[in-house]
């Protein structure tokens, strides 16, 4: 699982920026340095007087020129310097605003994550049915002993099979207050299927206006695609339609039962919430994490 721990310092500049900044240096500087060599041209001509030698065979012509060619230059290095600044100024600003809105998109797939991690827990810290199958203890080992949601392993085998074996309701809500940390959205007094739908929703909503506002100043080819297949992705769907998909099937077999309607986290029939569905979620969440990532290094 990627995680955004990667720090960088907010003045530094895009390699393909400072290329193109190093080049108009260079070329700005340009005319003022042709301008203060044909000053020295103009002094081996009719600036310099053909019966002397050293400085003295110099001609006020040629001073005059001289000194016109090193106001010339002196101007020309200061408006240069000028536009330097404020290009870098530019620059900057454009890296920061990079990191902002890669720290955006970032804090919206770890809410994604969130979401995947709360309904691992569901067996364990609210009243939600269980199949039989499920562990009767935490089966996440690392996560038993840190008590750090994020340790729980969304790809492990011990996830996928509570995931497949925990049924989903309305009625489904935390037993108790719980340290965020440890159990995401736990102290949120909503019931865990309005969890589930509305911070998904909210989550993709993020990612895909993220996309959009900021694709100019910053998200290569590669991370637009990544994010487009992620807010499209079928189990994302999944998630964001739990409170519909129950209603229709509640009222088609006319029940209230999540274990009667056979109404799964996982494996219930629905379009995209198939195990296989749910892992293609967590990799595209991963591959949009580290081109993100990657990115900042």
Known sequence: MAEWLISVSSGTFVHGDLVKFTMKNLIGYAPALIAFLAMFVGLLGPGRSADRTGFRAIT?????????????????????????????????????????????????LDSMRDVLRHAALM?????????????????????????????????????????ERLYVSPTARLKAPYIPVSVPF?????TSMRIIAEESAAAARRVETGIQKYAA????????????????????????????????????????SARTLNFRFLNSGMTGGYTKDYLEFVERLDRFSILLAGERK
């Open 186 to 190: 736990g102290t949120d007094t909503r």
């Open 217 to 256: 100043i910053g998200l290569t080819p590669e991370m637009i695609a990544a994010g487009s297949e992620l807010v499209t992705a079928p189990f994302l769907k999944h998630l964001i339609s739990l409170r519909e998909n129950w209603a229709s099937r509640s009222e088609m077999e006319d029940s209230q």
């Open 60 to 108: 006020p012509f040629g001073w005059a020129s001289c000194a016109i060619a090193a106001a010339s230059l002196c101007v020309a290095v200061y408006v240069q310097h000028t536009k330097n600044k404020e290009l870098a100024a530019a620059l900057a600003s454009k890296q920061q605003m990079q990191t902002a809105v890669f720290r955006e998109l970032q804090a919206s």
């Open 123 to 163: 067996p364990y810290v609210t009243n939600a049915e269980k199949a039989d199958g499920v562990p009767a203890e935490l089966p996440y080992k690392k996560y038993a002993q840190s008590r750090k949601a994020w340790d729980i392993d969304l790809r492990s085998e011990e996830a996928t099979q509570v995931l």
